[in-house]
Structures are given as C-alpha cells and as structure tokens.
C-alpha cells in the first residue's frame, strides 16, 4: 500500500537538521507569491516545513498555521523558536508525518491555503505524488489556494544527477556525501497533468545561478475545485 512517506529522504534530513541546519528568513519568492496569491487571513497548511522560516512568517502576517515536517529535529527547532514569541503559541499546531501514515490529519474542506516550498519531489515516487496531491484536494477548502513548487530539469539535481526511472533522479551532495532522490517535472505540459485534479490558475518558474548550482524550480499557482 503507498503511504505518504519517502523513508530514505527522512532519514537523510533527520540527520541534516541534527547537525544544526537552519534558515533564519523567509525565501523572498515565497514572501512574494503568498502576498500576491493568498487573500487575506485564514488557516494555512505549510507542507514540509524544515527549519519554519516561511511558517513563522505566515505567523506574522496573522495566519491560523498547521505544520506538517518528516523530521522529529526539524519540528524541535521550530518549536524553540516559536517559544519566542508568545503570541504565536495558540496559532499554530506542528504535526510528524510518520513512515506508514496514509492520511493527513486534517479533516475534509478544512483549510483556506496550503504551501508546499521545495518539498514533494522528494517522495521520488509519482504514485505518492499523486497521493499526496489527493489528500491536499480533500483537505483544502473549494476554491481554497496552493502554492506548490516543483524541480525542473533545469535544476542542478537533475543536470548533474543520474536519472534511474523515468523523471526520477538520484544526487549526491558532494558537501555532505548525502544521496538525495528527486521528482523531475519536464516540462509545463507534465506539470499541467500531474496537477489536473486542481483548477491551475498559473503555471511560472524561479531561478537562481551561483556557487556552480542551478536552483530552476517550477512554480505551481492552484485553486481547488468547487
């Protein structure tokens, strides 16, 4: 049965985020796309939230936030720093996604927003994609918003990975030695079908270069059906 969950990346950011990985701002796409997309306050869903830097800056701007991470380190650093503002502490639930979970914690038509930063490819499966995507469907209000960003093959994980299935690459990090196995989205006509489920309001992309990698990621604009 497919669950929700790929166990060798979780493993793999269980031990990055013990050694004391961290981000202290928000990714200044991110703060752009949900000033332009969301509209007004509401519950929001962060998928994958790592060290919480786009999570405690939805706080700020007064959403009712829900947090869903694969790594027990990563929810302990974000609690830490949730602690240091007192005011967020009835605003926001933090959740561990478990390696056999086939369903996210949240009822039916319950949430306004979701965002999904740099997160889902890392199920390198696209039947858990897929899953994943249905859950954020049943989960999300009608005409509730994402914003879902996807790797291109623009990305340096897939120019200077090794692709093993179809779309499905596998890197190692030479840094740290980490193997890290990605979804690769080829082109605007596959990410249109792979999120048909969703009314697709726009369909764009980021980009960065430096440090000998590319950063080109897909960025997926949806609303949910009514």
């Known amino acids: ?38 509209k007004g306050e509401g519950r929001v ?8 830097e786009n999570l405690m800056h939805l706080l700020s701007l007064g959403y009712l936030c829900e947090g869903i991470e694969v790594s027990k380190h990563a929810i302990q650093l974000v609690e830490n720093k949730i602690k240091k503002y007192p005011e967020y502490k009835e605003k926001v639930n933090l959740y561990l996604l478990n390696n056999d979970q086939l369903r996210l914690p949240f009822d039916d038509n319950s949430l306004d927003y979701i965002l ?34 996807m790797m291109s093959r ?27 196995y990605v979804y690769i989205i080829q082109d ?10 969703f009314n697709i309001q726009e369909i764009g992309w980021f980009d960065n270069y430096y440090c000998g990698a590319s950063g080109h990621h897909w960025v997926v604009l949806l609303s949910n059906l009514k």
Not at 45 to 52: A, H, I, Q, S, V
Request: aromatic letters at 12%; hydrophobic letters at 35%; one cysteine or more.
């Open 116 to 149: 999904s930063n740099q997160v889902i490819y890392y199920l390198a499966d696209e039947e858990k994609i897929i899953m994943l995507l249905n859950e954020f469907k049943r989960i999300l209000k009608p005409n509730g918003r994402l914003i879902i960003t």
């Open 188 to 197: 605007e006509g596959r990410a249109r079908d792979l999120f048909s489920m």
């Open 1 to 38: 049965m497919v669950d929700l969950v790929n166990e060798n990346n979780v493993e793999r950011y269980e031990e990055t985020y013990r050694r004391g990985t961290n981000h202290l701002y928000p990714n200044e796409n991110i703060v752009r796309l949900i000033k332009w997309f969301f």
């Open 45 to 52: 869903l962060d998928y994958g939230f790592g060290p919480g």
């Open 154 to 180: 623009l990305n340096h994980y897939c120019i200077k990975g090794t692709e093993i299935e179809p779309n499905i690459y596998k890197y190692e990090d030479k840094r740290n030695g980490n193997l890290n």
